[in-house]
T-cell receptor
Framework: TQLLEQSPQFLSIQEGENLTVYCNSS?????LQWYRQEPGEGPVLLVT?????EVKKLKRLTFQFGDARKDSSLHITAAQTGDTGLYLC??????????FGAGTQVVVTP | KAGVTQTPRYLIKTRGQQVTLSCSPI?????VSWYQQTPGQGLQFLFE???????NKGNFPGRFSGRQFSNSRSEMNVSTLELGDSALYLC?????????????FGEGSRLTVL
């Protein structure tokens, strides 16, 4: 059983479209991280959010941490083929291990 | 600076054998974590080492073990391999321990058990 549930599991869109992926949990986390993993590589950190309600923007990517620090979303505006990858959320607390969701596979086609 | 290096990248074993995977963290990083990645299950935490001590352990059987050396390099061992152990094993290093810092991942060791 995953502590962090990500949805959808798979998303296929065309270039220029927008997309949102979600990360939900019944647990409260001190921080929520988003990683992107491309084929044959390890995950790479995109952002860390630590405050409930926090919104961070990274160019076309917008990350939001829920008010109760149990959920998060990632929104991509005007997707590009380079956004293709497996998006993983991970929740953490200072005393424990980082817990990962199963990921959302995003495919952006030309 | 050099990233996290994992060896070997690919290996094939048969049931009942044992395997040792190696991870060299980024220079200066003292924490090394290991994860098992399988399709649909995401990254499952195996263990975390900091300054040669195991700090956290996931819910894996005792066949999975690890250690960290004084130079922060880490190894994990899986004994009596089972078909279900086929996975990508990822190592990640970070400067501090715990779950608030950024993890830097290696490219992984892909294990196939026949």
């Amino acid at each position: 059983t995953q502590l962090l549930e990500q949805s959808p599991q798979f998303l296929s869109i065309q270039e220029g479209e927008n997309l949102t992926v979600y990360c939900n949990s019944s647990s409260v986390f001190s921080s929520l991280q988003w990683y992107r993993q491309e084929p044959g590589e390890g995950p790479v950190l995109l952002v860390t959010v630590v405050t409930g309600g926090e919104v961070k923007k990274l160019k076309r990517l917008t990350f939001q941490f829920g008010d109760a620090r149990k959920d998060s979303s990632l929104h991509i505006t005007a997707a590009q083929t380079g956004d293709t990858g497996l998006y993983l959320c991970a929740g953490g607390n200072s005393w424990g291990k980082l817990q990962f969701g199963a990921g959302t596979q995003v495919v952006v086609t030309p | 600076k050099a990233g996290v290096t994992q060896t070997p990248r690919y290996l094939i074993k048969t049931r009942g054998q044992q395997v040792t995977l190696s991870c060299s963290p980024i220079s200066g990083h003292r924490s090394v974590s290991w994860y098992q990645q399988t399709p649909g299950q995401g990254l499952q935490f195996l263990f975390e080492y900091f300054s040669e001590t195991q700090r956290n352990k996931g819910n894996f059987p005792g066949r999975f073990s690890g250690r960290q050396f004084s130079n922060s390099r880490s190894e994990m061992n899986v004994s009596t391999l089972e078909l279900g152990d086929s996975a990508l094993y990822l190592c990640a290093s970070s400067y501090g321990q715990g779950a608030l810092g950024e993890l830097f991942f290696g490219e992984g060791s892909r294990l196939t058990v026949l």
